[in-house]
């Protein structure tokens, strides 16, 4: 009987290049020893694709045709697109550059990157004719559009170009787009991209990043909302991303209840994003993880806090309150969250206005807790930190006997050196005699 290992090395070939995903190769080099010695030369190869196209990142480039190569390497090689996993775009560009007018100072570049700034001007027209029909071609791009795009990508502009990359990488796992240019037609590929079921973009993506300067135009929230629906889809995070537009009063991220798989959340300096959190939550099967900081605006923690309970309060593990430079409200009693074990909180978050002194901060959270990490916004908060920290200890002997570890950070140290020393000395001690990890930052 024929085994694998008497297959011709032909068949071998068409196995490794047309067949495999490329984290199968190496195992598949392992068969046999006829096997591996067959691969060798291909192995170096995997190992060497895997190594340059694995991780894109153009932070703060200094190659003005970062995206074209990489483009032109895929459409050329379409191998290569299996290889690529994370894609992170923070530096675009909107049309082509003249070498004679300096370097852009939007860029903010180090003087050593200046001194290797590749300057973004048009593609030779080879490249260029494989880009338009790369366009022509993309299923995502409709037959209105096509002149649009090729006016777009002989611009200069780099939305043409990213589009129709993304379009092209099936093991696609991460995707973050920082600070992407105003009055775009990239998000609407993306958009496109997503909801086309049959397409094999964003199939296998797991996290989803967005940040900076997306405006109402550009729907931020729209865009969660879309990429929360991927079935792939674990975690997304938005940094300082607004979105303030409905439609007939309906917001943009109402979706079916129980409809997402995203596993975790994150909103920092999100501006008017923030009340539609409750709305968003509902479409959520099982979140783990929340993270909310507010910068220079009012928390309402209260109503995230009570949207969270009911959507979640079987599966969150981990959540972060907090604000800077702003106000927030007494978020409630978090003793319902059934497996909540990592709380990073504003100390004020949890103040209860009504309660007066017989507050008891460990009253407020559920036996499953193993990490506290508190932040206290100025020195005035300094008297409070000693009862805090006793009554969390104290129950550590009663009803949260999985605490381990409390942390405590300030804003503001000037306060008395010898008033803290006496007060992290006292704690450190008391933390210590009950089996809890006490630190100050």
């Known amino acids: 009987m024929?085994?694998?290992?008497?297959?011709?090395?032909?068949?071998?070939?068409?196995?490794?290049?047309h067949v495999l995903p490329p984290h199968d190769i190496a195992s598949f080099a392992l068969v046999s020893k006829r096997i591996f010695a067959f691969a060798k030369p291909f192995l170096k190869e995997h190992h060497r694709l895997k190594s340059e196209y694995s991780i894109i990142e153009n932070d703060r480039s200094c190659d003005g045709s970062m995206l074209a190569h990489l483009l032109k390497d895929v459409l050329l090689n379409p191998h290569i697109a299996f290889y690529i996993e994370k894609v992170c775009i923070c530096d675009?560009?909107?049309?082509?550059?003249?070498?004679?007018?300096g370097v852009p100072c939007r860029l903010d570049l180090e003087v050593?990157?200046?001194?290797?700034?590749?300057w973004h001007v048009p593609y030779p027209e080879r490249d260029m004719e494989?880009?338009?029909?790369?366009i022509r071609k993309a299923k995502h791009v409709?037959?209105?559009?096509?002149?649009v795009w090729i006016k777009l990508l002989e611009s200069g502009h780099e939305d043409p170009t990213l589009a129709l990359l993304l379009s092209l990488l099936p093991n696609l796992c991460t995707l973050s787009l920082e600070?992407?240019?105003?009055?775009?037609?990239?998000?609407?590929s993306i958009r496109r991209m997503a909801q086309n079921a049959p397409s094999t973009s964003f199939l296998k993506l797991r996290s989803f990043h967005l940040a900076d300067s997306v405006s109402e135009k550009n729907e931020g929230i729209s865009l969660v909302k879309l990429f929360a629906l991927q079935p792939s889809m674990e975690k997304i995070s938005c940094f300082d991303v607004d979105n303030v537009r409905q439609r007939r009063g309906i917001p943009d991220c109402l979706i079916a209840p129980q409809s997402s798989n995203v596993t975790e959340l994150v909103f920092d300096s999100c501006g008017a994003i923030g009340k539609h959190i409750p709305v968003l939550l509902e479409g959520i099967k099982r979140l783990k993880r929340f993270t909310y900081v507010a910068l220079g605006k009012t928390v309402d923690a209260f109503r995230i806090?009570?949207?969270?309970?009911?959507?979640?309060?079987?599966?969150l593990e981990y959540l972060k309150m907090s604000y800077h430079d702003g106000e927030g409200n007494y978020m409630g009693n978090l003793r319902l969250f059934e497996n909540l074990k990592v709380l990073h909180i504003t100390h004020s978050l949890l103040v209860d206005p009504d309660a007066g002194d017989d507050l008891n901060m460990a009253d407020l959270l559920p036996i499953s807790i193993e990490t506290i990490d508190t932040t206290g916004q100025s020195r005035r908060i300094v008297s409070h930190i000693r009862p805090f920290i006793r009554s969390l200890v104290n129950a550590k002997r009663t009803r949260l006997s999985n605490l381990k570890t409390l942390k405590y950070r300030f804003y503001d140290l000037f306060d008395s050196g010898n008033r803290?020393?006496?007060?992290f000395t006292d704690m450190c001690r008391l933390c210590q005699a009950n089996g809890v990890q006490l630190q100050f930052e």
């Not at 494989?130 to 790369?134: D, Q, V």
């Not at 409709?142 to 002149?147: A, V």
């Not at 803290?420 to 007060?423: A, Q, T």
């Open 2 to 17: 024929t085994g694998f290992d008497d297959l011709p090395n032909e068949i071998v070939l068409e196995l490794w290049h």
């Open 420 to 423: 803290m020393h006496l007060i």
């Open 112 to 118: 050593d990157d200046v001194q290797n700034y590749v």
């Open 130 to 134: 494989l880009f338009r029909n790369g």
């Open 179 to 188: 600070d992407p240019p105003k009055r775009t037609l990239l998000f609407t």
């Open 92 to 101: 675009w560009r909107t049309c082509w550059e003249d070498p004679n007018r």
């Open 305 to 315: 806090r009570s949207a969270l309970l009911n959507h979640c309060r079987h599966s």
């Open 142 to 147: 409709l037959p209105s559009e096509i002149d």
